[in-house]
């Protein structure tokens, strides 16, 4: 991507293939370093499901939750955004309620830093993959 005009058509495009399940969260794992485009990617995702609210990264607080207002029926009425690099291991995830957000097939959540909570994430997680080019440049890979 060259551009964040580049990066919201890609955004747009992409969110619209998601099928969710009917019978869990759908999960995407962000990888990247910092500076990677992690987050401008996910305020992408959340400006095309339609939500206001100034999405940061959830640093700090670890995880927000915000109302999806998306149009179109994606199925998705909760998009999640979680940020691992606080978290030490994967029980402190569980701590904030992670097993029973993944069970909800209403939840879109993605997971900054997915590596430092292995042991967590889905086997069948979405996995992104962000690598900094140059300032003007990222690279997003979807993983297998």
Known sequence: MHSLNEMDIFVMQWVTGISGSKKK?????????????????????????????????????????????????????????????RLGKSDELVRLGWNE?????SNLIFIEWPERVVDSMPIDHIKL?????????????VLQ
């Open 101 to 105: 957000i993944i069970t909800d097939p």
């Open 25 to 85: 969260a759908t999960v995407v794992g962000l990888y990247g370093d910092l500076g990677s485009g992690k987050t401008a990617f996910t305020q992408a995702v959340a400006k095309v499901l339609g939500i206001k609210t100034t999405v940061t990264s959830p640093t700090f607080v670890i995880e927000k939750i915000y109302k999806i207002n998306y149009k179109q029926s994606t199925g998705f009425t909760h998009f999640i955004h979680i940020d691992a690099y």
């Open 129 to 141: 993959k962000f690598t900094f080019i140059d300032e003007t440049t990222r690279e997003i890979e």
